[in-house]
């Protein structure tokens, strides 16, 4: 399915520091919680369109809070489970085996959240933006709270670069916990939204049969 918005600036697309009480505004108040769900999940970790939309209940693992991306690069990797991720993931219904479920799509998992996207951004007035440029947003949002750029490599599963290749090496899942969730927070306070604590246990999962 093609965007809903024009293609100009595809490959360079991301969201601005300023932009982000508009974005979250729009997308929490999209009429389908998954879609919701779904995108801010896109943002908050980073991950492709296909790894977030492939996420399946036995990823998502809530006592240690982790999450096993399928990485096309790598093949696993597991991330941190953020506060406000977690939060929302717990929320959805459980209809299925998948995370991101829809009750109409054949395979029964959300397919294309581009056009739900489209609609958020044209409600909330803001430009064109790819669901890759959400991931792209995270890596440069992750900036501002000085992130190491090995720490956001290893969450979005990004191949180490030739030059940085000696260099690389496997961050334990508590130091990208403790960048991920500081960013996480900082994009939450920009938005002026409420920061979920990390103790504070997330809403238990719906298992329903239909529409929600």
Not at 37 to 60: C, F, N
Not at 148 to 161: E, T
Request: glycine share 8%; aromatic share 6%; net charge positive.
């Amino acid at each position: 399915m093609r965007e809903l918005v024009p293609k100009a600036g595809t490959k360079s697309d991301c969201l601005q520091r300023e932009q982000l009480a508009l974005w979250f505004k729009a997308v929490r108040e999209l009429p389908n919680p998954v879609h919701a769900a779904y995108l801010q999940a896109a943002l908050l970790t980073g991950a492709r369109r296909e790894e977030l939309a492939g996420l399946r209940w036995e990823d998502v693992d809530f006592r240690w809070c982790s999450l096993t991306i399928r990485d096309k690069v790598e093949g696993l990797r597991v991330i941190p489970l953020t506060p406000c991720v977690s939060h929302l993931l717990a929320a959805l219904p459980r209809r299925n085996g998948w995370v991101f479920s829809s009750p109409t799509a054949a395979d029964g998992r959300i397919t294309d959240p581009r056009e739900a996207h489209g609609r958020a951004l044209a409600a909330a007035g803001l430009p064109h933006l790819t669901i890759h440029g959400l991931r792209r947003s995270f890596g440069t949002l992750c900036e501002w709270v000085e992130m190491p750029a090995g720490i956001a490599a290893q969450i979005q599963g990004h191949k180490p670069s030739a030059t940085a290749e000696k260099h690389y090496r496997r961050r334990p899942l508590d130091l990208l916990r403790m960048w991920h969730q500081k960013a996480e927070a900082w994009m939450l306070e920009q938005a002026g939204l409420p920061v979920p604590s990390a103790s504070e246990e997330p809403a238990r999962l719906r298992v329903i049969g239909q529409q929600g």
